[in-house]
């Protein structure tokens, strides 16, 4: 049996799921968590239960993200990360650390990521990060 194709699912993507409930991105996203192919980083975990509007949405996220496979951070992730922010910068473009630690993470697990934010375009555009259209 070949082996799953999982996906990153970004932090807008994520509110858009959890926000509307409709629309191509959530039911993008909802086909696949149902499909066990949906991944976050942590750093998209805090953002959302920090980005939640009452105790009941943030309860919500974290049952939800129970269920999805959560990629790790060590310091090999922190470390390419910092040098990719580097790399970028000196090429004039200056990318949040959160967003330099999610593509990181995807390159070293062979992940799309699933996003709308101009942050990975850039990214793309100088580093073999693959980005799944919304």
Not at 100 to 106: P, R, T
Not at 120 to 130: A, D, R, V
Request: glycine residues 6%.
């Amino acid at each position: 049996m070949p082996k799953k194709m999982r996906v990153m699912v970004d932090t807008c993507c994520w509110v858009d799921f959890f926000r509307s409930g409709k629309g191509r991105t959530s039911q993008s996203v909802n086909e696949f968590v149902r499909n066990d192919n949906a991944c976050v980083s942590g750093i998209i975990i805090s953002e959302l239960v920090y980005g939640a509007i009452s105790n009941k949405e943030a309860d919500l996220i974290k049952n939800v993200l129970l269920g999805v496979h959560v990629m790790p951070i060590d310091n090999s992730i922190l470390m390419k990360a910092g040098d990719m922010g580097f790399s970028l910068r000196r090429k004039g473009f200056t990318i949040p650390l959160t967003d330099l630690v999610i593509a990181v993470q995807c390159l070293e697990n062979n992940l799309e990521l699933m996003t709308s934010d101009k942050h990975f375009s850039i990214i793309s555009e100088h580093t073999p990060l693959k980005t799944h259209g919304i």
